[in-house]
């Protein structure tokens, strides 16, 4: 399980990275879901460009309201609240969750979402949170798409050929949310067969109710998040059984149990059962 | 049948730091926490290149050609290329029994995924699976016998054309059960099913193979338990005199059966070897290891067991299927796994009637091989969970249902119906210790707190007992190509007092290295820093068919123990020479002879001996201080160890996770060489059998595609899905063997199957769901628990 041969580069700034982005350039930042691919010779990449010597994409800092937290930020870093200003208290929890300690001293907030796994954490939890991605091409444009969107499908995003993941942004008031997050795996560190997500800020109207892990990108809730806001009631498994089962037809009995079982302990971590 | 009394059991005392029963630090330990250890991978000769596989991507399929890529011709090998190397073979006296042809590289026809079709070699491994891919095989698929049921259907296609079917061997057991019929009062009927698992040492497999010019050897270092046998396999598929073959086994990282039986690595990594005059390596990866590794554990059962109104058992129908793969291994046979099965289900219980059949059926994937525990963790979860239907069945307690059935101390040594010799031990006294210890008495108050707070609790029980170190009858039966017999290991005093240890035997993480010291140490009276042990190396010890069949500590401890008992007689004669009195008079104490307050240090003996023979009388015995013994126990039938595990498991029926609460280990193993290696083994093995109850499965798809070949995909329990494990023991000495030891190896890997399942049971109960079938994940938890509320609303 050696990679194939690739070159492998190293730029230091966001201007040498946008001159070295090309369709048979592919970026690294972890390597902690590009590394197996590599090795198991399912991704061959002639160029490695990688984003870990960019001082830029590390950076966590607060602007115009929003938390922006560097593409390159680790799991680690989240976890410890290693950072200049203060992190939403979720971020920090489900950081703690993904794989375990070693993973998360290199896997980084960018890769993940990049990477676009259906069952990982940080697409659905950054959907919860109302996160929005900073897209940035060789060019030098930026372009800002919202979480649930971001993610088009299984391993399919909003990036274009050309674009980069500059940073994440998160609304500062997040902060102050109240939040539950479920993850049901089989062990621990193992990516999840269920996730349950949910932020509430009243002052702000905001309200998410996320299902993650479904096999395609974050299901939003819409609904029965803003019947649980107005109500303040937790609402029946089965009846979260039914909202899956609607929105995600085809879906094996266990599976969606599982996603109504997550959610609803999501909900309880807030609204007593 | 009269107990003998065991001499061997009539020591001299003396203060004992080191000996039998000792909690020695593992010797072995040291250089495996610094790093320091030496494995296959770690080996560095100078001008050695790295070997990849080009491997099947197919599960069935002829082999109409394979195409090198242009310009490196040499460095590609085929079947083609290697006329001269035979296929690994492995005959069997058991009638039905048919041989399949395993060849090193595939020749006519691919036969499970991963299946070895070319070797290529390169100065990296890289470069060399850069070569692998270059490489362009041609196949036509054929018909994919991918399960049991297809393979036995009708008309199914054939795995080895020259067969009329597709069963390696079947066997029939027919005892009658026309008694137990008219007398049973309870029948239980069930199915069971055990997954395909991949063992996944630490270690993979690895080999490196060179011409050794001034020794005119082949030189084969391996991660193997059975250095000696590989020699054997090696020379004979090669066609090289044993004399010209060296294999040394070094570190090892782990064994488990997987590195029992002759690779067929082994075989075209030495052959390429020969042919280039190069020194060659192959390292497996776990991608390797989970896709042609998986090749153990799948077992599918229908029980019928017959039962009077209190839970007696009367009798036993049973039909077991193993889903062999395509190939039998050298030299355990494709038969081993079934004969267990259907010789061990009777397990430790006292029934009266036994009837079985088995099939070993060939099938489109990786040959089976003998995993710690051989055949009984399957038999024990069937069986237990057999008991605990039957408990249910007649409203008694599962534990009072098993003790009415395990044979008691009073009956022991006992034959039962397959003609098992139970040689020492008192089975229900096991059952209940281990019963205390989980708190049986007080769980029913327990279990009503915890359903009254919403929660599923359950208990279980799994009993087993664990055949050890069974000799030359046993496995002479099983129609084995080689069959072990007696076991020899050396002892010498060496010029600097300090004592040498050597035996064939290997120690690859169980421990044996320590333990075998610990028995030196017993006669010789010494610290273990004075003893040094060569394990695994067919140059430096003598000869041992190896380690396997928790057989280690009782056949290389017993060779051991005798040699070292000759060494210390001789020890005494020298030492009461110089000492000048007379041997009878001696003892041996703190690594010296001792008469009265004079003694001889053995650094002074062993001087005397080797520098200053002058210093010993003109007539000394010149047999001298360096002892080979040989070993075999008193009985050939084994010796049992025997244990009962307990667990309680709460179940989540909204998740279907399952977590261990307790788990509680009560075993007796005989005499305890080392207390805490034991307590390991026992960790070891139980976080394997739990890996088989909850975790462990190759799932593959209907083409017999492997679906779990990462271990992103094949789960393996780690430490926070195992629960503290508790121990007790009892020792009941064997009286056929040195020390009264038993094997103690594979047990802990045999019960946690039946014990969590039978817990899982326990706590669903109140839902009508029950489990047959492992691993218990929790998509079959929660799916078993909906197909029980879909019956009970349309029963409603
Ligand atoms: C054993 C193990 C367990 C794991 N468990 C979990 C888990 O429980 N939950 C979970 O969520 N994740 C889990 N992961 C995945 C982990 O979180 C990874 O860190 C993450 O998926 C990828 O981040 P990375 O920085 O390593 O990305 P890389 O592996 O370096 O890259 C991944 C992909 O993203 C692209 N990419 C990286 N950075 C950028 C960027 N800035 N802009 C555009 N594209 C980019 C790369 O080109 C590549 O295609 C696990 C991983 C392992 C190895």
Not at chain 2, 86 to 104: F, G, H, M, N, Q
Not at chain 2, 708 to 731: C, K, N, Q, V
Request: charged share 20%; hydrophobic share 45%; with cysteine.
């Amino acid at each position: 399980m050696k990679p194939a041969a690739f070159e492998h580069l190293r730029p230091d700034t966001a201007e040498a990275l946008a001159g070295l982005l090309s369709p048979e350039a592919k970026l690294i930042a972890g390597g902690q879901s590009l590394g197996p691919m590599l090795n198991l010779r399912l991704a061959r990449p002639a160029r490695l460009v990688g984003l870990s010597a960019i001082r830029a994409l590390g950076e966590i800092r607060e602007q115009d309201g929003m938390i922006v937290l560097g593409a390159a930020v680790t799991h680690a870093r989240i976890e410890d609240g290693d950072s200049p200003v203060p992190l939403p208290p979720m971020l920090r929890h489900v950081a703690r969750g993904i794989a375990y300690r070693a993973v998360r001293n290199r896997g980084t907030i960018g890769g993940s979402l990049a990477h676009a796994d259906p069952a990982a954490d940080w697409i659905t939890a950054l959907t919860a949170l109302g996160a929005r991605v900073v897209l940035r091409s060789a060019a030098g444009t930026e372009r800002r798409v919202a979480m649930p969107g971001f993610v088009r499908g299984a391993y399919r995003t909003a990036l274009s050929p050309d674009e980069i993941i500059a940073a994440v942004e998160i609304p500062a008031a997040m902060r102050d949310a109240i939040w539950g997050y479920d993850k049901i795996c089989r062990k621990v560190g193992e990516f999840a067969d269920a996730i349950g997500a949910l932020a509430l800020h009243p002052p702000t109207g905001h309200v998410r109710l996320v299902a993650g892990a479904t096999g395609a990108a974050p299901l939003v809730l819409a609904e029965a998040g803003a019947e649980l806001a107005r109500s303040a009631r937790h609402p029946a498994i089965p009846a979260l059984r039914d909202a899956l089962a609607a929105a995600l037809p085809g879906t094996d009995p266990v599976k969606l149990r599982l996603l109504a079982t997550s959610l609803s302990r999501a909900i309880a971590k807030v609204l007593p059962a | 049948m009269a107990k003998p009394a065991p001499p061997e059991q009539q020591q001299g005392t003396g203060e004992m730091t080191s000996g039998i029963g000792a909690r020695v630090l593992r010797k072995e330990d040291a250089r495996h926490l610094n790093g320091k250890a030496q494995f296959v991978g770690d080996i560095k000769i100078a001008g050695c290149w790295e070997a990849a596989f080009v491997r099947s991507p197919l599960a069935h399929a002829r082999i109409r050609g394979v195409t090198k890529p242009a310009g490196f011709e040499d460095r590609v090998f085929t079947m083609e290329d290697m006329p001269d190397l035979r296929p690994i073979r492995c005959e069997s006296t058991l009638p039905s029994y048919k041989v399949s042809d395993y060849p090193a590289l595939a020749t006519d026809k691919v036969r499970h995924v991963g299946e070895c079709i070319a070797i290529c070699i390169a100065p990296t491994r890289a470069e060399a699976e850069d070569l692998a891919e270059a490489v362009t095989v041609d196949l036509a698929p054929l018909p994919v016998l991918a399960d049991i049921d297809t393979a036995l259907a009708p008309g199914a296609a054939r795995l080895h054309e020259d067969w009329d079917d597709n069963l390696f061997l079947t066997t029939r057991h027919d005892g009658d059960l026309s008694g137990a019929k008219a007398r049973a009062a309870v029948v239980v009927e069930r199915s069971f099913e055990t997954a395909r698992q991949a063992m996944n040492p630490m270690e993979g497999k690895g080999v490196l193979a060179r011409w050794d010019h001034r020794a005119d050897q082949l030189v084969v270092h391996t991660s193997t338990q059975v250095p000696h046998l590989i020699r054997t396999g090696l020379s004979d598929c090669l066609g090289l005199d044993q004399a010209q073959v060296r294999v040394i086994a070094p570190d090892v990282g782990g064994g488990f059966g997987y590195k029992c039986v002759l690779q067929p690595e082994e075989l075209s990594v030495s052959w390429v070897a020969r042919k280039t005059g190069r020194a060659i390596r192959w390292t497996e990866d776990r991608r390797e290891h989970l896709t042609a590794g998986a090749n153990t554990r799948q077992h599918r059962y229908k029980l019928t067991a017959y039962a009077d109104g209190e839970g007696r058992l009367l009798g036993i129908d049973a039909d077991i299927w193993v889903d062999i793969g395509a190939y039998s291994v050298w030299p355990f046979t494709a038969c081993l796994e079934a004969a267990q099965a259907g010789g061990n289900l009777p397990g430790p219980y006292d029934l009266g009637a036994y009837a079985c059949r088995t099939w070993s059926v060939a099938t489109n994937k990786p040959g089976f091989t003998p995993y710690r525990g051989v055949a009984r963790p399957g038999v024990c979860f069937a069986m237990e969970l057999t008991m605990d239907a039957i408990a249910r069945a007649v409203g008694k307690d599962p534990l009072e249902v098993r003790c009415l059935n395990l044979v008691p101390g009073a009956a022991m040594p006992y034959t039962n119906v397959t003609g098992k010799f139970y040689d020492s031990g008192d089975y229900p006294a096991a059952a209940r210790a281990a019963a205390d210890m989980i708190g049986a008495g007080n769980f029913a108050a327990r279990k009503a707190a915890a359903a009254a707070e919403g929660r599923l609790i359950g208990l279980g029980y799994a009993c087993f007992t664990e055949q050890s170190a069974h000799g030359t009858k046993v496995f002479a039966a099983w129609g084995l190509p080689l069959v072990p017999g007696y076991e020899q290991a050396t002892v010498k005093l060496a010029p600097s007092g300090a004592v040498e240890v050597r035996s064939g035997n290997h120690s690859f993480g169980q421990g044996l290295e320590t333990a075998i010291a610990q028995v030196a140490c017993d006669w010789l009276k010494l610290d273990i820093s004075r003893v040094k042990v060569t394990m695994g190396d067919t140059a430096l010890t003598p000869y041992s068919t190896g380690a396997y069949a928790s057989r280690g500590m009782v056949m290389a401890g017993g060779a051991v123990s005798k040699a070292a008992e000759e060494l210390a007689r001789r020890l005494r004669i020298h030492g009461a020479h110089l000492l000048q009195c007379a041997p009878e008079d001696t003892e041996i104490r703190g690594g010296a002879v001792w008469n009265g307050q004079a003694s001889a240090s053995f650094a002074e003996i062993a001087a005397a001996w080797y520098l200053h023979p002058d210093r010993l009388p003109d007539d000394v015995d010149t047999a001298g201080l360096e002892v080979t013994e040989g070993y075999k126990p008193a009985i050939d039938t084994g010796l049992f160890t025997y244990a009962t595990h307990a667990a309680i498991v709460e179940v989540d029926p909204e998740s279907g996770r399952t977590e261990i609460l307790d788990y509680v280990i009560f075993e007796d193993c005989g005499r305890r060489v080392n207390p805490m290696i034991l307590e390991g083994q026992s960790y070891g093995g139980a976080a394997q059998g739990i890996g088989s109850a909850l975790f462990e499965e190759t799932l593959y798809d209907s083409a017999a595609q492997p679906l779990t070949s990462t271990l992103a995909d094949y789960i393996l329990p780690g430490p926070a899905e195992l629960p503290h494990f508790r121990l007790g023991h009892s020792e009941t000495p064997s009286p056929y063997s040195r020390h009264g030891i038993k094997g103690v190896g594979e047990g802990a890997a045999i019960a946690p199957a039946g014990a969590i399942v039978n817990a899982i049971n326990d706590a669903l109960a109140p839902l009508g769901a029950e489990l047959t079938r492992i691993p218990a994940t929790p998509h079959r938890v929660l799916g078993a628990i909906l197909e029980a509320d879909a019956a009970r609303e349309a029963a409603e």
